[in-house]
């Protein structure tokens, strides 16, 4: 029979532990609470409005359409028809050429049928139009949002990350991206820019881990924006529990992701759970090196 001494023990250290994941959801939501501020803060600011204001101008291309713009001009960033760059305040430069894309032109009639009735006929044909890129134009620069980089050192934190990574059978790659994201996670492997410091690498690779854990396996159906918007709010938790600060650049990357407090809110759960799996990983790669 288990002496009362024993039963007390482990009483005590099942408290302890209650104790420890308690104080520790308590931080996560605290720091969820504040990332879900600065995020609403940065949509309600008027240079993020006039940014929206202006991406909204912009047409979304079909496939077929982005490739003929890639064709011929592979540089291609933003682009518009010359109506559309006017309103905007900027002006095709002289002499510049034309992408030439398709345009959907929708057409209706109406027409009589055998027996006397009128019935609609509707179909679609396409002609040719040119649109600009941003760099074949001339005026004020657009509205921006500026996503800052982290540029901290978290040696500790990244050398930590990467044991998380092992641990979980993650192989992570460092090398240099020459431009998109920071990093990609890829289901069983992660890509991480080395190229900024390590600071930024730490919340690239907090956040490529969130994928890993949230984004490859069958969990319901989410939006892209929705990934993103997880993710980054992970890796804000993670490195906000490690003493890295991210918060500028995590709430803004979460507004341009068209992310908001009610999102966030909505994947509470999701997001508190794999940011606390990540804290207890890398607790444990530490005990172990303790151990060592």
Known sequence: ??????????????????????????????????????????????????????????HKYSWHNSMLIAVQRPDASRVAGYKTWQSLGRQVCKGERGIAIFAPC????????????TETEQGIYFRVVHVFDVGQTDGP???????????????????????????RGIAVDFRPISDGPFGASKHGSIDVDNSHATGQQAKTLAHELAHEALHWE????????????????????VCTHFGLDVE???SRYIALWDGDSKALRASLERIANTARGIIDDVDAVNTQKAVA
């Open 218 to 237: 069958d969990r319901g159906p989410f939006t892209r924006s929705i990934a993103e918007l997880e993710a980054e709010s992970v890796a804000y938790v």
């Open 106 to 117: 929708p057409w209706k009639r109406e027409k009589e049928t055998e027996t006397g009735e």
């Open 141 to 167: 620069d657009l509205p921006t949002v500026d996503v800052p980089t982290i540029d901290l050192a978290a040696d500790n934190l990244l050398a930590d990350l990467i044991r998380v990574a092992e641990s």
């Open 1 to 58: 029979m288990q002496s009362v001494q024993s039963r007390n023990r482990n009483w005590n250290r099942s408290s302890g532990k209650n104790d420890k994941a308690n104080e520790l959801r308590s931080r996560i939501d605290t720091s969820l609470d504040t990332l879900a501020k600065s995020v609403d803060e940065v949509r309600a600011s008027e240079t993020f409005k006039a940014y929206l204001d202006v991406q909204a101008r912009f």
């Open 248 to 250: 500028v650049r995590a």
